[in-house]
């Protein structure tokens, strides 16, 4: 019985600052699942990377997990267990998304490839974007200084709405009514305190 192939890994695992440069120098489009050690790499979009590479059998397009506990450049991710994704093209930052959802990363994937294309045949620019979780201390110092020149706009919310659930043993022993006069009370204390300061 003749054995099984491997399978190529889909996902290169970057656990350490000189992998993530190499990472950084490939040639393409690679997105990055950025993963805490205690908690590993978002398993939950797994397949829809491998539909989306044996679709397209694309060798521009490269997937990554790095682990932003040993990985300098990451630092600022870490203690985060939101699911992370950077996508970098040329070894920039073109495009974040935080949680798994799995259609918009899709997407996301798919312009950011087409863009890549273009940008390599035609030699265009590529957009940078500027994720929150990189910014250096420098930088964040700089940031108020610049804000101060700027107008600050708020939009002010029309409404906000508080949700409880209440269980139906409470709702049984009559006690919901009891209930929703408390938390009646308390977003009205809150209102009060918010209109005030």
């Known amino acids: 019985m003749a054995g099984k192939k491997k399978e190529a890994s889909l996902q290169a695992s970057v656990t350490n600052q000189e992998q993530w440069e190499e990472m950084l120098a490939t040639k393409g489009l690679t997105v990055v699942d950025v993963y805490q050690q205690w908690c590993g790499p978002c398993r939950a979009v797994v397949s829809l990377l491998r539909k ?52 918009l990363l899709q997407r996301m994937i798919l312009e950011e490839l087409s863009k890549e294309k273009l940008v390599l045949e035609h030699g265009g620019e590529r957009k940078v974007v500027k994720d929150d979780g990189l910014v250096n201390d420098e930088e964040e110092e700089e940031a108020p200084q610049q804000s101060e020149n700027e107008e600050s706009i708020t939009v002010p919310v029309s409404r906000s709405y508080t949700v409880a659930i209440i269980k139906p043993d409470v709702v049984a022993h009559g006690k919901a009514n009891e209930i929703i006069m408390k938390v009646s009370t308390l977003c009205a204390d809150d209102a009060a305190t918010s209109a005030v300061s």
Request: a negative charge; hydrophobic letters at 40%; one cysteine or more.
């Open 52 to 103: 989306i590479k044996n679709e397209l059998g694309d060798d521009l397009l490269h997937f990554a997990t790095a682990e932003a506990d040993s990985i300098d450049a990451l630092e600022r991710y870490r203690g985060k267990c939101e699911p992370t994704f950077l996508i970098y093209a040329g070894g920039e930052l073109v495009a974040v998304l935080r949680g798994a959802n799995a259609p």
